[in-house]
């Protein structure tokens, strides 16, 4: 089932028991400044959610109802375990461009780095784009393939685009994905239904 939910994710988390998943990936603000999206047409208006990083609170939330943990940005909030797992995607971004080559995900089931090398969508578009970071559904396809375990139940807290919903739902995963942004919840919602449907006929 996939349970895709507009609301903040501190009051969802707050709201469950412990480890009430198996598994979150999660995306959130880098707090590296906001920008106005010039693709897509989700909206022509400066963000303002990534001007900071999510207050400790929200990691001891994570921690606390997910068993295990894939978290992008982990070098912005240094959300690095003990164990030393982590995951390195190189988006194969041109060297001179003013993005990051590569992301790092901390990974709790690791004890060592993996490496996942995929085109970034950005620079070779397979897909609608409506949200300024948007990770290609393919980048979470590998993700499940590789770290998730059959029957895991998997927690999204930033939805984004919804191409973590869109992998979960060909996968066979219980999934649940939260948004706070409201334009952002209807373009995902409306992402997913339009990438699932065609399924459904059948």
């Known amino acids: 089932m996939i349970d895709l939910i507009h ?14 998943f198996d598994l979150a990936i999660v995306d959130p603000p880098y707090g590296i400044g906001n920008w106005v999206q010039t693709s897509g047409n989700v909206r022509g208006k400066p963000v303002t959610w990534n001007d900071k990083t999510p207050e400790p609170e929200y990691f001891k939330q994570l921690l606390r109802v997910s068993k295990e943990q894939i978290i992008w ?28 080559v ?12 993996d490496y996942i090398d995929l085109i970034w969508q950005n620079i070779n578009r397979n ?26 139940r998997i927690l ?12 979960a739902h060909y996968a066979g995963h219980d999934f649940v994905g939260i948004e706070l ?11 997913f239904d339009e990438s699932t449907k065609q399924e459904a006929l059948f």
């Open 73 to 100: 940005g982990a070098n912005y909030y240094n959300q690095f375990n003990q164990r030393g797992g982590a995951i390195v995607w190189n988006k194969h971004v041109p060297r001179e461009s003013n993005m990051s």
């Open 156 to 167: 999204d807290t930033h939805l984004g685009s919804g191409s973590s919903a869109i992998a």
């Open 7 to 20: 609301m903040d994710c501190m009051d969802y988390m707050r709201s469950l028991p412990d480890n009430a």
């Open 181 to 191: 942004d409201e334009d952002y919840f209807k373009a995902a919602k409306k992402r």
């Open 102 to 113: 590569c992301e790092i995900a901390s990974y709790s089931r690791l004890k060592r780095v």
């Open 127 to 152: 897909e609608t784009v409506i949200h300024e970071c948007q990770k290609p559904v393919k980048l979470y396809q590998i993700l499940l393939q590789r770290y998730a375990k059959p029957g895991d």
